[in-house]
């Protein structure tokens, strides 16, 4: 028999708490994840079957006490098995999302950084009030690296075997020696994946922020390519003449503050037979159809966090945010810079949209 007793405001008010409760639960557990990236665990796991907290004691040099409680939290979390809280198996699906950094493009434990510093939270609530937000180099040194962890894997394992041959004729160009200039290029993973593909090519990095062009010229420093440049500079600095072949902006114009200015200053330094790939966050132009989207909250909140943020971080700046650019409004804006060429590629990348754009 269905029971059909209207429900006590008091069962409303516990579901609702539980709600809540649980995105704390949430953060508790993200920052076990970040802990389990940084100190090696899942990788530890990885492949090594039922595993108790002292055989991952001897594995990693760590204290048995405190990963049986980090193993537990995990299997708590669902994230591994374990059918008596003393044997823990990190499952094969998990592999590849939380130990494989170097060759999967599910990892995603390098996007879990632990709590943010008091002093930006401090200067996010003050946004709230003053309307202006934070840049990228607001949010501190370790912004670019976060960054460089959670995007890296498209970059690196994507672009050149697969997003690069989908555009018309800029492998082939490449091959050949060309002008390339990314802009927002954070910690430089795009440009070095493709300085080490195309070495006939000449490769630029434009970034505002300084935290990133440090980190850019640390990766630089390592990869050692004579082709590349990084350059403290922003999308308006970019030539005011016609010298790119190829231009990139990915996952970033969202975060500008004056997005239109740098189509602008984008349409001048790119040649008339460039391309221009645009990587963007995937979303519709609808509420409706955002809601879809089982990671919208996630999405809104790094809205406000970092993407929004960053686009308000002057007076007058647009406030796209994360969700800001959907094809729709994208492609009008592309047109309103002087482009008259728009194509959408799905990549299948579960957080992304690409555009190939051209005068
Ligand atoms: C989410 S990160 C993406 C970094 C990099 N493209 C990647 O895919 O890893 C966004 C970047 O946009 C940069 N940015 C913000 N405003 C900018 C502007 N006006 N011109 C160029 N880059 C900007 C930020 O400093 C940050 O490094």
């Known amino acids: 028999m269905p029971d059909t007793r209207p429900s006590r405001p008091d069962d409303d008010?516990?579901?609702?708490a539980l709600r809540v409760w649980s995105y704390k639960q949430?953060?508790?557990?993200?920052?076990?994840?970040h802990l389990g990236d940084r100190l090696g665990l899942y990788r530890?796991?990885?492949?090594?079957?039922?595993?108790?907290?002292?055989?991952?004691?001897?594995?990693?040099?760590?204290?048995?006490?405190?990963?049986?409680?980090?193993?537990?939290?995990?299997?708590?979390?669902?994230?591994?098995?374990?059918?008596?809280?003393?044997?823990?198996?990190?499952p094969t699906e998990a592999v590849p999302v939380l130990a494989d950094e170097t060759s999967s493009l599910w990892f995603a434990a390098g996007?879990?950084?632990?709590?943010?510093?008091?002093?930006?939270?401090?200067?996010?609530?003050?946004?709230?009030?003053s309307g202006i937000g934070l840049s990228y180099d607001d949010l501190g040194p370790s912004a670019a690296h976060r960054v460089e962890r959670m995007l890296g894997p498209w970059s690196r394992l994507a672009l050149v075997p697969t997003i690069l041959p989908a555009l018309d004729?800029?492998?082939?160009?490449?091959?050949?020696?060309?002008?390339?200039?990314?802009?927002?290029?954070?910690?430089?993973?795009?440009?070095l994946a493709l300085a080490e593909?195309?070495?006939?090519s000449r490769f630029d990095g434009y970034d505002?922020?300084?935290h990133a062009i440090h980190r850019a010229q640390q990766n630089l420093g390592?990869?050692?390519?004579?082709?590349?440049?990084?350059?403290?500079?922003?999308?308006?600095?970019?030539?005011?003449?016609?010298?790119?072949?190829?231009?990139?902006?990915?996952?970033?114009?969202?975060?500008?503050?004056?997005?239109?200015?740098?189509?602008?200053?984008?349409?001048?330094?790119?040649?008339?037979?460039?391309?221009w790939l645009i990587k963007d966050i995937r979303c519709g132009s609808t509420w409706q159809e955002n809601l879809r989207n089982p990671l919208l909250a996630m999405l809104y909140a790094t809205s406000v966090t970092t993407c929004m943020s960053s686009a308000l971080s002057e007076p007058g700046g647009a406030g796209l945010g994360t969700l800001g650019l959907d094809p729709r409004r994208a492609e009008a804006m592309c047109r309103q810079a002087g482009f008259t060429r728009f194509a959408v590629h799905d990549f299948d990348d579960p957080a992304n949209l690409y555009y190939e754009v051209r005068p």
Request: proline share 6%; with cysteine; aromatic share 6%.
């Open 208 to 210: 505002p922020s300084q």
């Open 44 to 90: 530890a796991l990885a492949g090594a079957g039922a595993c108790s907290a002292a055989e991952l004691a001897e594995r990693t040099g760590l204290h048995q006490r405190w990963l049986l409680e980090w193993l537990r939290s995990q299997a708590a979390a669902g994230l591994l098995a374990s059918p008596d809280g003393e044997r823990f198996t990190l």
């Open 13 to 16: 008010i516990r579901a609702f």
């Open 111 to 129: 996007a879990f950084h632990g709590t943010l510093h008091p002093e930006v939270v401090d200067a996010l609530a003050d946004a709230f009030r």
């Open 197 to 200: 593909a195309f070495p006939a």
């Open 169 to 191: 004729g800029v492998e082939a160009r490449l091959q050949a020696g060309a002008r390339v200039a990314d802009v927002g290029c954070g910690a430089g993973v795009a440009v």
């Open 222 to 275: 390592q990869a050692g390519h004579p082709n590349v440049a990084f350059h403290l500079a922003d999308a308006a600095d970019l030539p005011d003449q016609p010298t790119f072949d190829l231009l990139l902006t990915l996952d970033c114009l969202h975060d500008m503050p004056r997005p239109a200015e740098a189509m602008a200053a984008i349409r001048r330094a790119l040649a008339d037979d460039g391309t």
């Open 26 to 33: 949430g953060e508790e557990v993200s920052l076990m994840i």
